[in-house]
């Protein structure tokens, strides 16, 4: 690994919902395989990072830096949030199972990503309140690019059977329409992404496609650097650990 360090590429997904869903929690769980014992509401986005081996177990193999750009859901944010959102290789849409309100509004996250990643304004194609699958792939047309590979996880899964009793829980249809993989999880259990287990090799093969769209898309004209360290030189990664520093 450490002779690969250098060389290593680089992957940004954007993760994304509404404000309590547990965007955060899932991001540590994910890059740390522990749980978060003190969350607190993410003001702008805060970036972490995880190291996939890409197409592992095969002769392709080879390290990847994974950026999940943990995006905060307020709306008071909602006009300043677009500066995160370009570049994007792949998206991780995030609903509690508990509100069905944060499962609807997946559509408007996912609306309001596309538009900014392909360079869209209000003025050319407004934002929409309705999206389906039929739009999802209009937008790649328009912008001429390929469909960005979409994540969908439900959080708080340890509360489902209450709500299921009480019939307020529903399936989420934004997976089928964006043709994208689907898992539970409870953020306070890390069994939940234990290597090995259905989620985990499901999140695996997700961070699989989004390496391939950027192998397809992206040229290495960079310099090395990370979308997050071109864009504000204050930060270095510190490659020995996987995470970021402030230099200077």
């Known amino acids: 690994m450490a002779n690969h360090a250098n060389a290593m590429n680089k992957v940004k997904i954007l993760v994304v919902g509404d404000s309590g869903v547990g965007k955060s929690s899932l991001v540590h769980l994910i890059c740390h395989g522990q749980c978060l014992s003190n969350s607190s509401w993410t003001i702008g986005c805060s970036v972490e990072v995880r190291v996939h081996e890409y197409r592992e177990g095969t002769p392709s193999q080879r390290p990847y830096f994974v950026e999940l750009w943990d995006v905060g859901g307020s709306n008071s944010h909602k006009n300043a949030r677009h500066v995160f959102y370009n570049p994007v290789h792949g998206i991780i849409l995030v609903h509690d199972l508990t509100n069905r309100k944060s499962q609807q509004n997946l559509r408007r996250w996912l609306s309001e990503i596309l538009l900014r990643e392909g360079g869209g304004t209000k003025s050319r194609i407004p934002l929409v309140d309705d999206f389906d699958a039929e739009q999802f792939g209009g937008f790649s047309q328009v912008y001429g690019m390929k469909k960005l590979p979409v994540f969908v996880v439900g959080t708080k899964q340890e509360q489902v059977a209450e709500f299921r009793t ?76 996987s995470s970021f520093v402030v230099t200077g």
């Open 166 to 241: 009480s019939g307020r829980v529903r399936s989420s249809s934004i997976a089928d329409e964006c043709a994208a993989d689907e898992i539970t999880v409870n953020t306070l259990d890390q069994r939940s992404l234990a290597p090995g287990s259905s989620n985990a090799v499901r999140l695996s093969r997700f961070f699989d496609k989004v390496i391939e769209r950027q192998q397809t898309t992206t040229s290495r004209t960079d310099g090395g650097f990370s979308y997050l360290e071109r864009e504000n030189p204050m930060f270095r990664r510190n490659k020995a650990t």
